[in-house]
């Protein structure tokens, strides 16, 4: 016996079911269901992300001291049934679909669990926003931070803040269920014709096309917000309280019309929609934010929950400098309430001391599965695909990574530990040449197969970051948009194109990277958290004299992010990638005994995914 202490955190049945293994107050491992099985957001108990995080901690169930789940089962079922009752009749549909899985599975948390597990263990039940609170706080690089989560809804809060000293976190204020900003944001991604719990960020991403001609309308119809950011939204217009869509008739009149239907034309309107409500988030934010920094007096912020993905949101928080730093939780979602029902339990439960570690302790996020440099189960595995490939010392797989992208050529990379979150950070990551002009038209319609409004991110030496972008503090986990510098931009020629035409002008020397409005969601990449995409930037640097390259997610539209090898191998084989890089194996599209997928193969391969 070590006498060590294992918690192990749980998210599931609701989206983005997740586990992670804490020993000792040291975050071992986490991961997210959907990576092993293939589907996205996958809700189901993460047997999975459970077994890998045991595996890498060297543990068998019977090895772990406590189990957490996310959220308070209990709670969640009394807001259920209190808000059937007060919108009966036109709650019974939805209440009639609910509650035989709550009757028979959800009530009896603790036993289905255990039975998951295979083991008795009694299960501890951690608030939803005071996993996300934990999740922020806890591993930041901070002895005391203002502690803010904003999501959808968890048991009955929807946004919450508090105080983080040493050891101790406290939640001082919340907003109540139905009153939510991250459901005002997900009303209208569902009306503009996108999925909620996965389109937001395509909403914020069709924000810049647009202009806000709707927002003072939502301000005056839909919600209000009072001196300390706590809003109210006006239910005459909404039906996700009791009724199974997230608007209603009141709300299509308002805005002219019906939703949109999903995979049809977005049209202006949707536009100026997203450029509406994404204007009402950011300024609700900065009402928050200002309301947090007096109540607390902290100089630093913390942020968890769905809304803190918003980097457009959270970017202009980060410029006006209402907190000295402001640092998000990587995995803000649903996942990242695993780890934090885990360091929950470990400081707040057990009273144990909290060890701050700098720049912070996440270990870059790269908690996931690893892809090692060599592996003689991965070599089968790919030489049953047909696979070709050379095999490189680290130096010159770098050399080789930065000489492809400044040819020109997209480069997948698939090794090291995978990322816990929904970014890609350069362990599953497709990379490119930020310089070139058609690249965003390409990665997005010929290798992502995605729609063609989409930005991308850059990756930038977190040592030249300033000298590209706007940028005043570092942002290591893509969470984070600022604007191009002026010295960096193009003089543009753009009058009487609107909408999606606007892409057809580059707005700066990084072409591939600047948004319309000439923001990108930065990644600054440093020596301590990713050495080896650090050294492979600092080449490309050293063969163009630019910093910045494009970082996406290694996978196509609908299908999670790449996990194992040979999820890499099939991924750059159906896609128009030139180059993918697996452990220390390089491999070129042109030397593949394989071909190419046909146009029919490819789109029987897609269909396995549903769009996002």
């Known amino acids: 016996m070590t006498g060590k202490v294992?918690?192990?955190?749980?998210?599931?049945?609701?989206?983005?079911?997740?586990?992670?293994?804490?020993?000792?107050?040291?975050?071992?491992?986490?991961?997210?269901?959907?990576?092993?099985?293939?589907?996205?957001?996958?809700?189901?108990?993460?047997?999975?992300?459970?077994?890998?995080?045991?595996?890498?901690?060297?543990?068998?169930?019977?090895?772990?001291?406590?189990?957490?789940?996310?959220?308070?089962?209990?709670?969640?079922?009394?807001?259920?049934?209190?808000?059937?009752?007060?919108?009966?009749?036109?709650?019974?549909?939805?209440?009639?679909?609910?509650?035989?899985?709550?009757?028979?599975?959800?009530?009896?948390?603790?036993?289905?669990?255990?039975?998951?597990?295979?083991?008795?263990?009694?299960?501890?039940?951690?608030?939803?926003?005071?996993?996300?609170?934990?999740?922020?706080?806890?591993?930041?690089?901070?002895?005391?931070?203002?502690?803010?989560?904003?999501?959808?809804?968890?048991?009955w809060s929807t946004t919450t803040y508090g105080i983080g000293?040493?050891?101790?976190?406290?939640?001082?204020?919340?907003?109540?269920?139905?009153?939510?900003?991250g459901l005002l944001y997900s009303a209208f991604t569902y009306y503009t014709g996108f999925k909620i719990n996965s389109g937001e960020y395509k909403l914020m991403g069709l924000?810049?096309?647009?202009?806000?001609?709707?927002?003072?309308?939502?301000?005056?119809?839909?919600?209000?917000?009072?001196?300390?950011?706590?809003?109210?939204?006006?239910?005459?217009?909404?039906?996700?309280?009791?009724?199974?869509?997230?608007?209603?008739?009141?709300?299509?009149?308002?805005?002219?019309?019906?939703?949109?239907?999903?995979?049809?034309?977005?049209?202006?309107?949707?536009?100026?929609?997203?450029?509406?409500?994404?204007?009402?988030?950011?300024?609700?934010?900065?009402?928050?934010?200002?309301?947090v920094k007096e109540a607390t007096g902290a100089k630093n912020l913390v942020l968890a929950g769905g809304v803190a993905l918003n980097v457009v949101s959270t970017g202009i928080l980060s410029r006006e400098k209402i907190f000295e730093q402001i640092w998000i939780q990587p995995a803000a979602g649903d996942a990242g309430g695993a780890l934090g029902a885990c360091l929950w339990m470990w400081h707040q439960v057990l009273g144990k001391g909290r060890t701050i570690q700098k720049p912070d302790s996440m270990s870059g996020a790269f908690l996931g599965l690893e892809i090692p440099d060599y592996s003689e189960e991965d070599d089968a595995v790919l030489r049953r695909m047909g696979a070709v490939w050379q095999e490189m010392d680290e130096e010159t797989l770098q050399d080789a990574i930065a000489e492809a992208i400044d040819n020109g050529e997209i480069v997948a990379v698939a090794r090291g530990r995978a990322e816990f979150g929904p970014r890609a950070l350069g362990s599953r990551s497709i990379l490119a040449d930020a310089r070139s002009q058609k690249m965003q038209s390409h990665l997005n319609l010929q290798v992502k197969f995605r729609e063609s409004f989409r930005p991308f991110a850059p990756m930038v030496l977190a040592e030249d970051a300033e000298e590209y972008f706007d940028i005043p503090q570092e942002s290591p986990y893509m969470l984070l948009c600022y604007p191009v510098l002026e010295k960096q931009r193009i003089a543009v020629q753009d009058k009487g194109l609107f909408g999606i035409d606007l892409l057809k002008q580059p707005r700066s020397k990084l072409p591939a990277i600047t948004h319309v409005d000439y923001s990108a969601r930065v990644q600054t990449i440093d020596k301590e958290r990713n050495p080896f995409i650090h050294s492979v930037i600092s080449k490309f640097k050293s063969r163009s004299g630019c910093s910045v390259i494009v970082n996406t997610s290694f996978n196509v539209r609908g299908e999670p992010i790449v996990n194992t090898a040979e999820d890499a191998y099939r991924c750059f084989m159906a896609t128009e990638?030139?180059?993918?890089?697996?452990?220390?194996?390089?491999?070129?599209?042109?030397?593949?005994?394989?071909?190419?997928?046909?146009?029919?193969?490819?789109?029987?391969?897609?269909?396995?995914?549903?769009?996002?």
Request: aromatic fraction near 10%.
């Open 165 to 181: 000293k040493g050891d101790d976190l406290k939640l001082l204020k919340h907003i109540r269920f139905p009153n939510s900003l």
């Open 207 to 291: 924000a810049p096309y647009g202009k806000p001609i709707y927002a003072q309308m939502i301000m005056e119809k839909l919600i209000t917000v009072d001196e300390e950011g706590a809003v109210a939204l006006n239910q005459h217009y909404f039906d996700y309280v009791g009724g199974l869509t997230m608007t209603n008739a009141r709300f299509d009149e308002l805005f002219g019309g019906p939703p949109r239907e999903p995979e049809s034309i977005i049209r202006q309107k949707e536009m100026d929609i997203a450029a509406s409500i994404q204007k009402v988030l950011n300024d609700v934010l900065i009402i928050m934010a200002r309301h």
């Open 577 to 612: 990638m030139d180059c993918v890089v697996i452990g220390n194996r390089f491999f070129r599209r042109k030397d593949q005994q394989e071909k190419p997928l046909s146009e029919e193969e490819r789109s029987a391969w897609l269909r396995r995914f549903d769009l996002d």
């Open 6 to 155: 294992r918690i192990l955190g749980i998210s599931a049945y609701y989206h983005d079911s997740a586990a992670c293994l804490v020993e000792d107050g040291v975050i071992v491992a986490a991961a997210q269901e959907e990576r092993f099985t293939r589907i996205k957001g996958d809700s189901s108990f993460p047997h999975n992300a459970v077994g890998f995080c045991l595996e890498t901690g060297g543990i068998t169930e019977k090895d772990i001291d406590y189990v957490v789940f996310y959220e308070n089962p209990y709670a969640k079922f009394d807001r259920l049934l209190t808000t059937y009752h007060a919108t009966v009749p036109a709650s019974l549909p939805s209440y009639l679909r609910s509650l035989p899985v709550w009757l028979t599975q959800k009530l009896w948390m603790r036993k289905q669990i255990s039975e998951e597990l295979g083991v008795k263990k009694h299960v501890y039940f951690c608030d939803h926003h005071l996993s996300h609170a934990a999740s922020a706080f806890f591993p930041s690089p901070f002895e005391e931070a203002a502690v803010l989560t904003i999501d959808g809804v968890g048991e």
